[in-house]
T-cell receptor, first 112, second 115 residues
């Protein structure tokens, strides 16, 4: 059974601080990894994709991938109240065409 | 219209009704998906279509019937639903096989309430 694990939270972060979210996955052969943001009652919105080991930065977001340790993380710098949402980690399922395995999500609450 | 659209955005139906959810993608993708998301629960993949052929059906009850008439449109036909089927139904599309193509883009969802 392939799994994508995330801490459910809530992760409480003071405004202006760094939020650190972690995700581990079980399928060692996965090559594509995604972070989605989902506001309450809304649909998931792609934040970042990452395919190679190391860091990838996009604005205030940095994704980090370590395939040997099978984890991917997301850092949110200078956290804002608008960053309060659930963040979903998704991992390519190599055995199923086009399919992604989603984690249950980490709820982030940014407090002013 | 851009991206992935879904109609209706909200739907209330009785257990004996028949209704359909519609999804349309304007991204030129060749794969479309239906997901169910119940309150406080993770996304559940229901169906996957590739080039109008169903490639995955995750043990979904027969009261949910998908239809993909072409690569841009996806329907979910609903009949004799149960109250526990109340959820947010999400459509997504992607273009597997291309670099970065497995990125899935979601529509806004249909909030379904079954009375």
């Amino acid at each position: 059974q392939k799994e994508v694990e995330q801490n459910s939270g809530p992760l409480s972060v003071p405004e202006g601080a760094i939020a650190s979210l972690n995700c581990t996955y079980s399928d060692r052969g996965s090559q594509s990894f995604f972070w989605y943001r989902q506001y309450s009652g809304k649909s998931p919105e792609l934040i970042m994709s990452i395919y190679s080991n190391g860091d990838k930065e996009d604005g205030r977001f940095t994704a980090q991938l370590n395939k040997a340790s099978q984890y991917v993380s997301l850092l949110i710098r200078d956290s804002q109240p608008s960053d309060s949402a659930t963040y979903l980690c998704a991992v390519e399922d190599r055995d199923s065409w086009g399919k992604l395995q989603f984690g249950a999500g980490t709820q982030v609450v940014v407090t002013p | 219209e851009t991206g992935v659209t879904q109609t209706p955005r909200h739907l209330v139906m009785g257990m004996t009704n028949k209704k359909s959810l519609k999804c349309e993608q304007h991204l030129g993708h060749n794969a479309m998906y239906w997901y169910k998301q119940s309150a406080k629960k993770p996304l559940e993949l229901m169906f996957v279509y590739s080039l109008e052929e169903r490639v995955e059906n995750n043990s979904v009850p027969s009261r949910f019937s998908p239809e993909c008439p072409n690569s841009s449109h996806l329907f979910l036909h609903l009949h004799t639903l149960q109250p526990e089927d109340s959820a947010l139904y999400l459509c997504a599309s992607s273009q597997p096989g291309l670099a970065g193509g497995d990125t899935q883009y979601f529509g806004p969802g249909t909030r379904l309430t079954v009375l």
